[in-house]
């Protein structure tokens, strides 16, 4: 009667445990699409846009810390152990170890990518501050320049003076104009091609000018670069998880095996095969049916 109650007792608990795995299945599988889409729109905002104020959403997985809490020892208990589990022992043996290493690659890429962005922001208020600096720099510069515009005694002085000023104008009414890209674009280039058009202006009215416009095209340059270089780690992340909900999914119907849900996913993959959403990049945006 012992060994009856204990088999009876080991029975609940791998019944309990598989309700359990089933529901969280469900719901990370949800937390992926998310981020899925979420490693797609970051990935776009880091290409599109060099301005200093953005927001990256991220999915939060609380169901890791569930699987993490039931053990793989106990998954593989739950899925081999018992009388039902005698059939197709072999392929839900191999389909919880493909569970795990999907479970652990999210933990892992989570704590890469949560670092990852920590740097980031680092790096970026960094070389916005640099970039700002410099951007002030300048603009008292070219105040300094307006303020004694009378002194200037040569036409070339006047003339540089007076088109500076107009490339200033220019700048500060366009609209956002503090922002890093409008800076460049509508100050420093501008300012920069007037540099070398009077070439044979004397040192003192050019030179401090062509360090700082200098200094903020590298410090442009740099950040752009920062940019592309995350905008390619949010393009991995975006494949990452999309394989993974997927393998998810796979996993999600062998282990409980629904023939509504394989009917849904054969028809949708039907459709998606015919009718593929991809984007130039390679990223892809998950619009699927609940």
């Known amino acids: 009667m012992t060994g009856l109650s204990n088999a009876f007792k080991a029975s609940r608990k791998r019944k309990t445990i598989k309700r359990i795995i089933k529901k969280n299945l469900g719901e990370i599988s949800i937390s992926l699409k998310k981020e899925t889409n979420n490693s797609y729109l970051a990935s776009e905002l880091f290409k599109s846009r060099a301005n200093s104020n953005f927001t990256i959403i991220k999915s939060e997985f609380p169901q890791l810390s569930v ?10 208990n739950t899925f081999y ?6 059939f197709n022992s072999f392929l839900r043996v191999r389909v919880v170890s493909k569970l ?8 892992e890429w989570e704590e890469y990518t949560k670092a990852q962005l920590e740097i980031f922001n680092e790096l970026n208020n960094k070389q916005i501050g640099l970039f700002n600096k410099s951007h002030k720099a300048y603009m008292d510069y070219i105040f300094q320049l307006l303020l004694h515009r009378n002194s200037f005694k040569t036409e070339n002085e006047r003339n540089y003076v007076m088109e500076l000023e107009q490339i200033r104008a220019n700048w500060h009414n366009t609209d956002n104009h503090i922002e890093s890209d409008i800076v460049y674009d509508k100050l420093v280039k501008p300012s920069d091609e007037l540099n070398k058009k009077y070439t044979n202006l004397t040192d003192h009215l050019t030179l401090p000018s062509l360090s700082l416009l200098q200094e903020m095209d590298l410090n442009y340059r740099n950040r752009k670069h920062l940019l592309y270089s995350y905008s390619r780690i949010y393009i991995i992340s975006n494949n990452f ?3 993974s909900l997927r393998r998810v999914e796979t996993i999600n119907s062998i282990l409980y095996p629904s023939l509504k849900l394989s009917i849904k996913r054969i028809f ?5 095969a015919k009718n593929p959403r991809k984007s130039k990049s390679g990223l892809q945006f998950i619009q699927e049916p609940d």
């Open 268 to 272: 949708y993959y039907w459709k998606k």
């Open 67 to 76: 699987f993490k809490e039931i053990g793989y020892q106990e998954l593989f």
């Open 241 to 243: 998880y999309l394989m």
């Open 100 to 107: 795990w290493g999907i479970i652990n690659g999210v933990t």
């Open 81 to 86: 152990k018992g009388f039902y589990n005698r």
